[in-house]
């Protein structure tokens, strides 16, 4: 559930539904809320989505890492970040129910849409993810907005449940992070049949040691006459989809990608 800073009446409401925001699934989703919908605070990314093909709004750092852990995880399907709770005459009496005030513009008086960071698909059925501080549970105001949250999947049948920081695996999601600058090598000025060629070299050498890996890296660059560091590229590109083995979750050894250059020109 985001913080609401931005104008918000029906006329805004009807205008979402038009713009089919909350609804599509995978390349054809479209988040309730979108980064441009605030001023820039510094803690809002747009980033490309692998299983999805689409642009994905993410309204905090903490979002951010564990969409990063989603998007590699091979037991989710499709995410939908910002996911809208539409059924506003539902979720408005649960909240009555719980005895819980509901958010109301202030201005307009018209209810606004609670939002679910993270609604995904899984290979054992949907799930709903809050995505909270430790320091954000300590505030009575967003423990009630989440018992809203809940209650509402709860009628659904839907699994939901809280991640904080401490569940999210930083390493991991920033290795992932790491591994993603490379996942489409068209960026870099490849061509399709440039990279064909540069993979198919690295996998028929696919027998690396850690110790020798550097030393790979820097024979692709000058047998294929690309720039210096386009090696790792290639290396992180195919880690990212999975075609080497890579634990992610431990710290990289950045010293196995360094090479001697004069072993390979001696």
Known sequence: MAKHRRK???VVFQRYLQEKRGQGVGERYTPWILVQDFPSNGMVS???GAKTGRTHHLLSNHEMNLFFLLDWSDEVLDIREQYPLLDLQQVIEIAETAQIRYPYDLVSGFPYVM???FYIETTRGP???AVKTTADLGNP???EKLEIERRYWSKKNVRWKIITEREINQTKARNIEWLAQAKDLGLFGLSSELQKACIAFFMRNDSFHSDSL????LDIEMRFE???GMGLN???HLVYWKRIEFDAAKPIDFSVFRSNLSSLTA
């Open 8 to 10: 918000w009446n029906e």
């Open 46 to 48: 747009r980033i490309q």
């Open 115 to 117: 939002t679910s960071d």
């Open 127 to 129: 799930m709903v993810i």
């Open 141 to 143: 105001r967003v423990r």
């Open 214 to 217: 550097g030393e790979l890296l």
């Open 226 to 228: 690309l720039s210096d």
């Open 234 to 236: 290639i290396y992180k």
